[in-house]
């Protein structure tokens, strides 16, 4: 509960630093250059500070890094020849997991480790079978080097992107790299002071609500429970007069004849699985085996563990398979139908 309302008070403090920022641009709006990074390394300015004369003045102009103004929105284009460019398709169900994807496969993807390269991606075709991701990146000291000549730049924002041709076109595709330091607008203090005081008082008050509200709550709870005993109780007297129909006893001796053992399904597991394959969790729910781990074959799992002494069928990945970062195996995720026991003949 408290962090449900923290979360909502954050998502106020948010709104108001976003209008607050708002109403700074309009007041004092930035200047956006965009820069093309030729392939002899020189920078060349492709728009005017006005948005509205760019329109009509699409030539490039070689730039003066003195001139170009220190409150600036910079938009870079680098040169795509000093970027590997890589294609990866995946399944459509990892598109919520494309960039945990690509950051796990960028040292088997290009030459750098994910600590010394420089990279971006992005969708370059979309179809029923699946993403093509176009990935490129670059050495990040090489980069820097590139850049040397505009790091002395303290401006507003700055954004790198380069540009590929695939055979679906151009992709202009972001870097997830940032080599410049930013220069932060100036805000009144009073404003600001006014600002901080007032999320102060709301987290205050919004945890002194949320504690009277628990503690409402759990009386609730403790009243509902017992009133649930009174009822379990009451239910359990009246289907015993009813002989065994309905008896909870006999319910309960029906799932010990039907259900697996948990004991069986680990025996099971433990003969399907091979050695190189390492579980870290395992969780039975509504006959349903989930189970999550490393292993170095992970294709052939779903096919062993349908194969476990009968005790499962219809086994599946229930999320795209990572690579673990820093080790030789694949992290997966993988459930299955237990099979019922046959209820012996009475």
Same mark, same amino acid.
């Given at each position: 509960?408290?962090?449900?309302?923290?979360?909502?008070?954050?998502?106020?403090?948010?709104?108001?630093?976003?209008?607050?920022?708002?109403?700074?641009?309009?007041?004092?709006?930035? !200047?956006?250059?965009?820069?093309?990074?030729?392939?002899?390394?020189?920078?060349? =300015?492709?728009? +005017?500070? *006005? &948005? /509205?004369? #760019?329109?009509?003045?699409?030539?490039?102009?070689?730039?003066?890094?003195?001139?170009?103004?220190?409150?600036?929105?910079?938009?870079?284009?680098?040169?795509?020849?000093?970027?590997?460019?890589?294609?990866?398709?995946?399944?459509?169900?990892?598109?919520?997991?494309?960039?945990?994807?690509?950051?796990?496969?960028?040292?088997?993807?290009?030459?750098?480790?994910?600590?010394?390269?420089?990279?971006?991606?992005?969708?370059?075709?979309?179809?029923? !079978?699946?993403?093509?991701?176009?990935?490129?990146?670059?050495?990040?000291?090489? =980069?820097?080097? +590139?850049? *040397? &000549? /505009?790091? #002395?730049?303290?401006?507003?924002?700055?954004?790198?992107?380069?540009?590929?041709?695939?055979?679906?076109?151009?992709?202009?595709?972001?870097?997830?790299?940032?080599?410049?330091?930013?220069?932060?607008?100036?805000?009144?203090?009073?404003?600001?002071?006014?600002?901080?005081?007032?999320?102060?008082?709301?987290?205050?008050?919004?945890?002194?609500?949320?504690?009277?509200?628990?503690?409402?709550?759990?009386?609730?709870?403790?009243?509902?429970?017992?009133?649930?005993?009174?009822?379990?109780?009451?239910?359990?007297?009246?289907?015993?007069?009813?002989?065994?129909?309905?008896?909870?006893? #006999?319910?309960?001796?029906?799932?010990?004849?039907?259900?697996?053992?948990?004991?069986?399904?680990?025996?099971?597991?433990?003969?399907?699985?091979?050695?190189?394959?390492?579980?870290?969790?395992?969780?039975?729910?509504?006959?349903?085996?989930?189970?999550?781990?490393?292993?170095?074959?992970?294709?052939?799992?779903?096919?062993?563990?349908?194969?476990?002494?009968?005790?499962?069928?219809?086994?599946?990945?229930?999320?795209?398979?990572?690579?673990?970062?820093?080790?030789?195996?694949?992290?997966?995720?993988?459930?299955?139908?237990?099979?019922?026991?046959?209820?012996?003949?009475?």
């Amino acid at each position: 509960m408290i962090s449900g309302i923290s979360k909502y008070v954050q998502q106020g403090i948010d709104s108001v630093a976003e209008g607050i920022a708002a109403l700074l641009a309009l007041v004092h709006p930035a !200047r956006r250059i965009q820069l093309i990074q030729q392939s002899d390394g020189q920078f060349q =300015l492709s728009t +005017s500070f *006005s &948005p /509205l004369k #760019a329109r009509h003045n699409h030539q490039s102009q070689p730039v003066s890094i003195a001139n170009l103004p220190a409150d600036a929105d910079l938009a870079i284009r680098c040169d795509a020849g000093r970027f590997l460019s890589r294609s990866l398709v995946l399944p459509s169900g990892a598109r919520s997991f494309l960039d945990g994807i690509v950051r796990s496969q960028i040292d088997r993807l290009t030459p750098w480790s994910l600590d010394d390269a420089a990279f971006g991606w992005a969708i370059s075709e979309d179809t029923s !079978r699946g993403v093509i991701v176009c990935i490129v990146a670059a050495e990040k000291s090489g =980069l820097l080097a +590139s850049l *040397s &000549p /505009l790091r #002395a730049l303290k401006v507003q924002s700055a954004v790198l992107s380069v540009q590929v041709q695939t055979n679906e076109g151009v992709v202009d595709i972001p870097l997830d790299f940032q080599p410049f330091a930013m220069e932060r607008r100036a805000t009144p203090r009073r404003l600001v002071v006014q600002i901080a005081l007032l999320a102060i008082f709301s987290v205050i008050i919004g945890q002194i609500v949320a504690f009277i509200m628990q503690m409402n709550l759990d009386q609730t709870l403790v009243t509902l429970q017992a009133q649930e005993a009174t009822l379990r109780e009451a239910a359990i007297t009246a289907k015993s007069r009813q002989g065994d129909k309905g008896d909870p006893v #006999a319910a309960s001796s029906y799932r010990k004849r039907t259900e697996r053992p948990v004991s069986e399904i680990l025996n099971a597991l433990a003969k399907a699985l091979p050695d190189t394959t390492f579980l870290s969790a395992i969780d039975i729910e509504n006959g349903v085996l989930h189970i999550e781990g490393v292993s170095t074959d992970v294709t052939a799992l779903p096919e062993l563990v349908d194969g476990a002494d009968g005790l499962f069928e219809k086994a599946a990945f229930t999320a795209p398979t990572v690579r673990q970062r820093g080790g030789t195996g694949d992290v997966f995720r993988l459930d299955a139908r237990i099979t019922p026991k046959a209820e012996a003949p009475k």
